[in-house]
């Protein structure tokens, strides 16, 4: 007798479905019905990306199958009426709640099921009910208000402001609804992972093998099974790359690992299947034979420092050349200012301590996903990662076109998070491979575990730090060591060390220091660039010894930093003049009051962070603004991660020229049609990026004045390039300065006949490279500065953090709360509950196991913004925000436990408290 076949049958957004597969609803949703608002941020019920109404309950998709939805009904924000839909754009629009946005519709029907419930929530209740959604970008708190205040519009208690997403008053220091609010929140704003079969209907589908030892000979492998399956279309090994290499700055990643050669971690690729559909793929992966010969890896720095430790690298290509290695040191630093040895001996107080911080997983909601097809001569990969540029210049490596890079035309599409865990190439090189070899479309997506095992971490640290003062507890000298395990890749090794090394001095005024940086290579998953840096573990440490000295001199720990804190005109460690925007005492004097009236339950922590590149190297800021049917088009090749670049350049734009918000837009951030900006990293976009649109914009806003004035129109590019201070056209005409109030009386007439015209802007600030031979070089174009208070309850939980922040002029007022919180509760992560263990080199982790704070959990934040009078003449006195909001908390929660129970924590995540016995 036939086998009866059962049908499931479920309403969608109203409309009846059915279907006789049982799977994962959330793979319903987006493979059968292309609703993309659910997002898989893991499938494994852990990030809540992919909430949905379930008969009004908020309901993973990742969980529920189509058979247990029999007879259900089931919505999504597609589905949800326009005028909560309406409601929850505006209010977290005009609270700041959406960031990269990918958990955004998760948490919006976590919201929607508690308002159904209940009008009028609570903040409790909110906390509660979005409980098992994850937010890294925001810190939850807008979150939080941006569900309360929907649910005020929605009863009747609040009006919605049409004019605030309008924006015809869009300049700086505006409260800027930022431009990605709608498409995010609904759900219809498009990360790489939602290109499918309506976009290419011939898409096919690739994943890497993966290596089941971080240390094993790869003694053959046999493809031929997975080959023959029906629906394979190529299976791909290091024969088939013609430049069998990657990386980011060190050429030493292999694309994928070849016979006989030696893996060096848990994520190398061993070869790669393309097939016509996802189930038939990971068939084949299955059916792929490996033989390894298991080897004893490395598993530490102490490890790899053996004289008798195996080389995890014998060498590698790097700037052009290739390195002969001789240890497992991947890269190293020496930074020296007077005499730091003569300093601490002749001081009156002196402390040693040895520190230790753990590896971090960025855990950014959305993993690593690209699309690739053929495109012109080459391919054009769709990405969602930090630097389109860069992505290009390694794929292009990989296919042997180092000399004809343009044949790799690399879009960023919305970014998913990042926090520097994006700045390599992950997925992107993979799918162009598979996209040049096959002649095919072609998607590959990390899963959520394979994310975890294979993209870089934050760095750990074994450190040993020595501080010293005079008798006022006034700093003579630093002295430390700093290793760091950048596991079985350079990713960026060097960099991070370097500002590691840099910034361990802190924000203070003092001269002598001698600090030694070494990056080791284990066969841990690699490390790289995190959100700090490196600055997070070498501040960690020099606070801690601030604490100690504070308490030897006799004084408060306030006290100690505000009489070494850095300002205007003094020497900061490095010899760099810090310059007249320089607000670190203000930020002290911010919190002052908080921290002296709870003595026994404050912890405090300074920090500065760099904005832009520096210490030497071309960082150009670089915009395109071309007039397309009256809009004004800001095209720049920079990646927004979360941080609202986008917004701040349209701000911009706004501030010079007087145009409202519906006369400007982004245009496509690709390789082809926007101009390289650099990557997304060193908080450089707002200032670097922001003075080159701001450059452009003053191009334009001129041409406005002189079409208005009856002067023809430009009939070329307007080109012109500054150095923060003058800018010199095309011509060699050099403008000494601007006038910012000259704006046209009419700027959308002025603008429109100006159509087709295109305006040009280079911004580069030269800097001094690290060790330059000058009594004060330049190290970096400037630093934003904090101070964090962190205050403990009597259970010990952390029930307050004040962060107040010198980040110039605040360009965006909605948006830096947000910036600020979020960085804070990573920062407190990283103190109190997060940690990454290894075991032989294999993550011990899961996403549900990272120690991520949820909604319930989190601290009153309160955001303090300090702006001076005096403030640097680029991108309208700003600087950036995003990295340094993650920096003083570790230590300032550390130091509210040193004062709580006497015990100082040199390590990380902090023990013996109420997250951690």
Same mark, same amino acid.
């Given at each position: 007798?036939?086998?009866?076949?059962?049908?499931?049958?479920?309403?969608?957004?109203?409309?009846?479905?059915?279907?006789?597969?049982?799977?994962?609803?959330?793979?319903?949703?987006?493979?059968?019905?292309?609703?993309?608002?659910?997002?898989?941020?893991?499938?494994?019920?852990?990030?809540?990306?992919?909430?949905?109404?379930?008969?009004?309950?908020?309901?993973?998709?990742?969980?529920?199958?189509?058979?247990?939805?029999?007879?259900?009904?089931?919505?999504?924000?597609?589905?949800?009426? /326009?005028?909560?839909? @309406?409601?929850?754009?505006?209010?977290?629009?005009?609270?700041?709640?959406?960031?990269?946005?990918?958990?955004?519709?998760?948490?919006?029907?976590?919201?929607?099921?508690?308002?159904?419930?209940?009008? =009028?929530?609570?903040?409790?209740?909110?906390?509660?009910?979005?409980?098992?959604?994850?937010?890294?970008?925001?810190?939850?708190?807008?979150?939080?208000?941006?569900?309360?205040?929907?649910?005020?519009?929605?009863?009747?208690? #609040?009006?919605?402001?049409?004019?605030?997403?309008?924006?015809?008053?869009?300049?700086?220091?505006?409260?800027?609804?930022?431009?990605?609010?709608?498409?995010?929140?609904?759900?219809?704003?498009?990360?790489?992972?939602?290109?499918?079969?309506?976009?290419?209907?011939?898409?096919?589908?690739?994943?890497?093998?993966?290596?089941?030892?971080?240390?094993?000979?790869?003694?053959?492998?046999?493809?031929?099974?997975?080959?023959?399956?029906?629906?394979?279309?190529?299976?791909?090994?290091?024969?088939?790359?013609?430049?069998?290499?990657?990386?980011?700055?060190?050429?030493? $990643?292999?694309?994928?690992?070849?016979?006989?050669?030696?893996?060096?971690?848990?994520?190398?690729?061993?070869?790669?299947?393309?097939? /016509?559909?996802?189930?038939?793929?990971?068939?084949?992966?299955?059916?792929?034979?490996?033989?390894?010969?298991?080897?004893?890896?490395?598993?530490?720095?102490? /490890?790899?420092?053996?004289?008798?430790?195996?080389?995890?690298?014998?060498?590698?290509?790097?700037?052009?050349?290739?390195?002969?290695?001789?240890?497992?040191?991947? %890269?190293?630093?020496?930074?020296?200012?007077?005499?730091?040895?003569?300093?601490?001996?002749?001081?009156?107080?002196?402390?040693?301590?040895?520190?230790?911080?753990?590896?971090?997983?960025?855990?950014?909601?959305?993993?690593?996903?690209?699309?690739?097809?053929?495109?012109?001569?080459?391919?054009?990969?769709?990405?969602?990662? !930090?630097?389109?540029?860069?992505?290009?210049?390694?794929?292009?490596?990989?296919?042997? $076109?180092?000399?004809?890079? @343009?044949?790799?035309?690399?879009?960023?599409?919305?970014?998913?998070?990042?926090?520097?865990?994006?700045?390599?190439?992950?997925? !992107?090189?993979?799918?162009?491979?598979?996209?040049?070899?096959?002649?095919?479309?072609?998607?590959?997506?990390?899963?959520? %575990?394979?994310?975890?095992?294979?993209?870089?971490?934050?760095?750990?640290?074994?450190?040993?730090?020595?501080?010293?003062?005079?008798?006022?507890?006034?700093?003579?000298?630093?002295?430390?060591?700093?290793?760091?395990?950048?596991?079985?890749?350079?990713?960026?090794?060097?960099?991070?060390?370097?500002?590691?090394?840099?910034?361990?001095?802190?924000?203070?005024?003092?001269?002598?220091?001698?600090?030694?940086?070494?990056? $080791?290579?284990?066969?841990?998953?690699?490390?790289?660039?995190?959100?700090?840096?490196?600055?997070?573990?070498?501040?960690?440490?020099?606070?801690?010894?601030?604490?100690?000295?504070?308490?030897?001199?006799?004084?408060?720990? $306030?006290?100690?930093?505000?009489?070494?804190?850095?300002?205007?005109?003094?020497?900061?460690?490095?010899? %760099?003049?810090?310059?007249?925007?320089?607000?670190?005492?203000?930020?002290?004097?911010?919190?002052?009051?908080?921290?002296?009236?709870?003595?026994?339950?404050?912890?405090?922590?300074?920090?500065?962070?760099?904005?832009?590149?520096?210490?030497?190297?071309?960082?150009?800021?670089?915009?395109?603004?071309?007039? &397309?049917?009256?809009?004004?088009?800001?095209?720049?090749?920079?990646?927004?991660?979360? !941080?609202?670049?986008?917004?701040?350049?349209?701000? =911009?734009?706004?501030?010079?020229?007087?145009?409202?918000?519906?006369?400007?837009?982004?245009?496509?951030?690709?390789?082809?049609?926007?101009?390289?900006?650099?990557?997304?990293?060193?908080?450089?976009?707002?200032?670097?990026?922001?003075?080159?649109?701001?450059?452009?914009?003053?191009?334009?806003? =001129?041409?406005?004045?002189?079409?208005?004035?009856?002067?023809?129109?430009?009939?070329?590019?307007?080109?012109?390039?500054?150095?923060?201070?003058?800018?010199?056209?095309?011509?060699?005409?050099?403008?000494?300065?601007?006038?910012?109030?000259?704006?046209?009386?009419?700027?959308?007439?002025?603008?429109?006949?100006?159509?087709?015209?295109?305006?040009?802007?280079?911004?580069?600030?030269?800097?001094?490279?690290?060790?330059?031979?000058?009594?004060?070089?330049?190290?970096?174009?400037?630093?934003?500065?904090?101070?964090?208070?962190?205050?403990?309850?009597?259970?010990?939980?952390?029930?307050?953090?004040?962060?107040?922040?010198?980040?110039?002029?605040?360009?965006?007022?909605?948006?830096?709360?947000?910036?600020? &919180?979020?960085?804070?509760?990573?920062?407190?992560?990283?103190?109190?509950?997060?940690?990454?263990?290894?075991?032989?080199?294999?993550?011990?982790?899961?996403?549900?196991?990272?120690?991520?704070?949820?909604?319930?959990?989190?601290?009153?934040?309160?955001?303090?913004?300090?702006?001076?009078?005096?403030?640097?003449?680029?991108?309208?006195?700003?600087?950036?925000?995003?990295?340094?909001?993650?920096?003083?908390?570790?230590?300032?929660? #550390?130091?509210?436990?040193?004062?709580?129970?006497?015990?100082?924590?040199?390590?990380?995540?902090?023990?013996?408290?109420?997250?951690?016995?």
């Amino acid at each position: 007798m036939a086998k009866v076949e059962k049908t499931y049958m479920f309403t969608v957004n109203g409309i009846t479905r059915s279907t006789s597969e049982n799977k994962s609803l959330l793979r319903y949703l987006r493979d059968d019905l292309h609703i993309h608002s659910a997002k898989d941020g893991c499938s494994e019920g852990a990030c809540g990306t992919c909430t949905v109404l379930v008969d009004d309950c908020a309901t993973k998709a990742c969980v529920l199958t189509t058979k247990l939805a029999d007879g259900r009904s089931i919505v999504t924000v597609e589905g949800l009426p /326009e005028r909560e839909q @309406e409601a929850f754009v505006y209010a977290f629009g005009a609270v700041g709640a959406v960031q990269c946005g990918f958990c955004i519709p998760g948490m919006v029907m976590s919201g929607a099921a508690l308002i159904h419930r209940v009008s =009028d929530p609570t903040e409790d209740e909110i906390k509660e009910a979005i409980r098992g959604n994850v937010c890294r970008c925001t810190g939850y708190k807008k979150i939080i208000e941006g569900i309360s205040l929907a649910a005020a519009v929605l009863r009747g208690d #609040a009006q919605i402001d049409p004019d605030l997403e309008r924006g015809d008053d869009y300049g700086v220091g505006t409260r800027a609804f930022r431009v990605d609010v709608r498409p995010k929140v609904l759900g219809y704003g498009r990360y790489p992972d939602d290109i499918d079969e309506t976009d290419f209907p011939d898409l096919a589908y690739a994943s890497a093998v993966r290596s089941k030892y971080p240390r094993a000979r790869m003694l053959s492998i046999d493809t031929a099974r997975a080959e023959a399956l029906p629906g394979v279309i190529a299976v791909l090994t290091a024969a088939d790359v013609p430049v069998n290499e990657v990386g980011h700055l060190i050429y030493d $990643w292999d694309v994928m690992i070849a016979e006989g050669d030696i893996t060096r971690c848990m994520g190398d690729a061993i070869c790669l299947v393309v097939a /016509e559909d996802p189930a038939t793929l990971e068939r084949a992966k299955r059916l792929v034979k490996v033989d390894y010969e298991e080897l004893e890896p490395v598993r530490s720095i102490a /490890e790899a420092r053996r004289p008798d430790a195996p080389l995890i690298h014998d060498g590698f290509l790097a700037f052009g050349e290739r390195v002969k290695l001789e240890d497992n040191i991947c %890269q190293s630093r020496h930074v020296v200012r007077g005499d730091a040895a003569t300093a601490i001996a002749n001081a009156a107080h002196v402390v040693t301590r040895s520190f230790s911080t753990p590896a971090t997983e960025h855990a950014f909601l959305e993993p690593e996903c690209a699309v690739a097809f053929p495109y012109k001569n080459g391919v054009k990969v769709l990405s969602t990662d !930090q630097g389109a540029y860069d992505t290009r210049k390694e794929c292009a490596h990989m296919l042997g $076109w180092d000399d004809e890079p @343009e044949r790799v035309v690399v879009e960023t599409m919305l970014v998913g998070g990042g926090f520097g865990g994006k700045e390599d190439v992950s997925v !992107q090189h993979l799918a162009a491979l598979a996209a040049y070899k096959t002649g095919r479309p072609v998607k590959c997506r990390l899963t959520r %575990q394979e994310s975890i095992n294979f993209h870089p971490k934050r760095h750990a640290m074994e450190g040993t730090f020595t501080l010293a003062c005079d008798e006022n507890g006034i700093f003579c000298g630093l002295d430390c060591e700093i290793n760091f395990d950048t596991g079985a890749y350079a990713s960026l090794c060097g960099p991070v060390l370097e500002r590691a090394c840099t910034h361990s001095v802190g924000p203070y005024c003092y001269q002598n220091t001698d600090i030694r940086g070494y990056g $080791w290579y284990t066969n841990n998953p690699p490390a790289g660039a995190f959100r700090g840096f490196g600055v997070c573990q070498s501040e960690f440490a020099l606070e801690m010894l601030i604490d100690l000295l504070a308490k030897e001199v006799g004084i408060s720990a $306030w006290e100690i930093r505000y009489r070494n804190a850095i300002e205007p005109g003094k020497v900061l460690p490095n010899g %760099q003049i810090a310059d007249c925007s320089t607000a670190l005492k203000e930020t002290l004097e911010a919190v002052r009051d908080v921290y002296e009236a709870h003595p026994e339950r404050a912890g405090i922590a300074c920090a500065m962070k760099n904005a832009g590149v520096g210490v030497g190297l071309p960082d150009k800021g670089r915009c395109n603004i071309r007039v &397309e049917d009256g809009v004004a088009v800001v095209c720049s090749a920079t990646s927004d991660i979360g !941080q609202g670049c986008n917004t701040v350049f349209l701000q =911009d734009v706004a501030e010079a020229t007087g145009l409202p918000l519906s006369r400007i837009k982004n245009g496509e951030c690709s390789t082809e049609n926007a101009p390289d900006s650099g990557t997304t990293s060193g908080s450089r976009q707002t200032v670097i990026t922001g003075e080159s649109v701001r450059g452009a914009a003053r191009l334009m806003r =001129d041409a406005m004045c002189a079409v208005e004035r009856g002067e023809a129109a430009p009939t070329g590019p307007v080109c012109a390039e500054g150095d923060g201070v003058t800018s010199t056209y095309a011509d060699g005409t050099v403008n000494a300065g601007w006038i910012d109030d000259a704006r046209a009386a009419d700027p959308v007439a002025a603008l429109e006949a100006l159509e087709g015209c295109e305006f040009d802007y280079v911004y580069f600030e030269p800097t001094d490279k690290l060790g330059a031979d000058k009594p004060n070089p330049k190290s970096h174009v400037c630093y934003g500065f904090a101070t964090h208070v962190v205050i403990l309850d009597d259970e010990g939980r952390v029930s307050e953090v004040y962060a107040a922040h010198d980040s110039g002029r605040v360009v965006n007022p909605i948006s830096i709360q947000g910036q600020i &919180e979020g960085g804070v509760l990573m920062g407190m992560g990283y103190a109190l509950t997060e940690d990454f263990p290894c075991k032989d080199g294999v993550p011990q982790v899961k996403f549900g196991t990272l120690g991520l704070f949820r909604a319930p959990d989190i601290p009153d934040v309160h955001a303090i913004y300090v702006e001076k009078d005096e403030l640097l003449p680029v991108a309208y006195g700003a600087k950036g925000i995003g990295e340094i909001a993650a920096i003083p908390t570790a230590p300032a929660v #550390a130091g509210a436990y040193f004062v709580f129970d006497g015990e100082l924590r040199t390590k990380l995540p902090l023990e013996h408290t109420y997250y951690r016995p």
